[in-house]
């Protein structure tokens, strides 16, 4: 079923088992997510990320990631077919692909599946800093709809 937690939907601030984040490479959007999301949630959450094509892992993920405090995405990028368990109660996507590749996985399960669309910052161009600044602000952008779809407080 499928559902966006900015309208209103039920079960906002309430915590899943487990969680996905899907985006097109797993190499930029799925892993800031995951690794931000372990640094807000509790433990006890199982979190994964994959992508629906095999993707290069990019350094100014890490970059963007060790500025805030969140060390590093430091696995391989992984596809949905790369994964051990393929059921979670919550499969978050951020790309349209991803989008349509989750729903034709779950099409036959009860998962919820939320659309969270992000920019793509590997799309950004000019001096490095000015690529940071796009990478920096899909981090912060990823770390505000998790503590508002999650329930966490600015201070937790």
Same mark, same amino acid.
């Given at each position: ?19 996905? +984040? ?26 994964? #990320? ?9 350094? +100014? ?26 059921? +979670? ?20 399960? #009860? ?10 910052? #590997? ?9 940071? #600044? ?15 779809? +999650? ?6």
């Amino acid at each position: 079923m499928a559902s966006d937690p900015e309208r209103g939907a039920p079960g906002q601030g309430s915590l899943p088992n487990s969680v996905l +984040f899907v985006c097109g490479m797993n190499a930029i959007r799925s892993p800031m997510a995951e690794r931000i999301a372990r640094s807000l949630l509790p433990a006890n959450v199982y979190l994964a #990320s994959a992508g629906v094509r095999a993707g290069e892992r990019d350094p +100014f993920v890490d970059a963007v990631l060790a500025e805030a405090g969140l060390g590093t995405a430091a696995r391989a990028p992984r596809t949905l077919d790369d994964l051990e368990d393929d059921y +979670f109660d919550l499969i978050i996507t951020l790309a349209p692909e991803a989008h349509h590749a989750a729903l034709e996985l779950t099409r036959t399960m #009860s998962v919820d599946v939320e659309y969270w669309p992000m920019p793509d910052p #590997s799309t950004a161009s000019g001096t490095r800093e000015q690529i940071l #600044s796009a990478y920096r602000e899909v981090r912060d952008r990823l770390s505000e709809r998790i503590r508002r779809r +999650f329930g966490v407080t600015a201070a937790s």
